[in-house]
């Protein structure tokens, strides 16, 4: 595809895959709107790729709303930000639990809204991917709250999906098993946690967050025209393991 004067929206691109994407991306000569809370992330982002940049934090929802607003038109999503908070299901708080489903499931939401709805107005068509996470379909300890809400993130990937394919609108997720992000480091750095799921890919070992923006590309790409509502696992065959 020719990316060339395609404009990506993607959150979460201070670090981890989200960086990645936006890099990517730049590489081949998409104009990148880079989305995070932190200014410093995408100061050094912008040291390395020509990108506009949005500093905001998503679980401020009428912030939100303002920002992306202002950033229009774009002509793909890529939900990407994301957070987690390690506790186990009975001791989770309603606090923490309701802080991680507000920015990994409540924010993509309103951001997948905000910019299908300018397609909409517009008569164009998009595509959104959404980074969601192979936690959506396992139960892991002390992730009860990131299960959750990538769970739940897959359930609005089909319905979107299935709202927005008459007006060329096509809606996706991704799901990576473990990557090795700042927050995938965090939380599986015990290798008595970590090597037991090592064991059980077939291509034998964690991913690297290019591996996953380059199945973000794929699905955003014209070469994906007829894929919509799917929840892709990128995980080196943990899946069928």
Known sequence: MDWKNKRVLVTGAGKGIGRATALVLAGRGAIVVALSRSQAD?????REVDCETICVDLSDHTSITDRITRALPVDFLVNCAGITHLERATETSVEDFSRVLDVNTLAPLLLSQIVAR?????????AIVNVSSDAARRGIEDHVAYCAS??????????????????GIRVNSVNPTVTL?????LAWSDPAKADPVKARIPMGRFL???????AILFLLSDEAAMISGTSMPVDGGLSIS
């Open 181 to 185: 992000t700042p927050m995938g480091e």
């Open 118 to 126: 300018d397609w909409m107005a517009r008569g164009c068509r998009g």
């Open 208 to 214: 690297d967050p290019v591996d996953v923006a380059e």
């Open 42 to 46: 995408l100061d050094a982002l912008s």
């Open 150 to 167: 990538k769970a739940a993130l897959d359930a609005i990937t089909r319905v979107m999906a299935t709202e927005l394919g008459a007006r």
